[in-house]
């Protein structure tokens, strides 16, 4: 290459003054002090079937894990469309067996949950 060409096109290591232009990729800076524990939010669950076995049984399963939180457990379609009203919740973790209507149950579930919610329905 010659000199003219550089001074049309300057590559980035030219105009920094360092190494090649790989060199010049520095690794992003942590954002989090030594000293800091950060602690992802829990996902929030909202736990609704009919079985209440079931709901226990869930309950503790997913206590064991530190980024799941279940936040209302509830055990009809009304009092887990009150509940989706009144807490926070990211995900929906609903038994077929809510109402004697399934497809009532998930269509309700889908309209008054959160729009980022994840619905999952175990059958």
């Given at each position: 290459m010659n000199s003219s060409s550089n001074s049309k096109n300057p590559t980035l290591s030219s105009l920094t003054g360092r190494g090649k232009v790989g060199d010049d990729v520095l690794p992003a800076p942590s954002l989090r002090r030594d000293s800091e524990e950060v602690k992802p939010t829990p996902i929030r669950i909202l736990l609704a079937d009919s079985e209440a076995v079931f709901r226990v049984g869930?309950?503790?399963?997913?206590?064991?894990?530190?980024?799941?939180?279940?936040?209302?457990?509830?055990?009809?379609?009304?009092?887990?469309?009150?509940?989706?009203?009144?807490?926070?919740?990211?995900?929906?973790?609903?038994?077929?067996?809510?109402?004697?209507?399934?497809?009532?149950?998930?269509?309700?579930?889908?309209?008054?949950?959160?729009?980022?919610?994840?619905?999952?329905?175990?059958?």
């Amino acid at each position: 290459m010659n000199s003219s060409s550089n001074s049309k096109n300057p590559t980035l290591s030219s105009l920094t003054g360092r190494g090649k232009v790989g060199d010049d990729v520095l690794p992003a800076p942590s954002l989090r002090r030594d000293s800091e524990e950060v602690k992802p939010t829990p996902i929030r669950i909202l736990l609704a079937d009919s079985e209440a076995v079931f709901r226990v049984g869930t309950v503790k399963i997913l206590a064991v894990e530190s980024d799941l939180e279940v936040v209302a457990q509830t055990e009809s379609l009304p009092q887990t469309l009150d509940a989706l009203a009144t807490t926070t919740t990211d995900v929906v973790l609903f038994g077929s067996s809510l109402s004697p209507r399934p497809a009532e149950t998930v269509s309700e579930i889908m309209r008054r949950a959160p729009p980022k919610a994840k619905l999952v329905v175990v059958t």
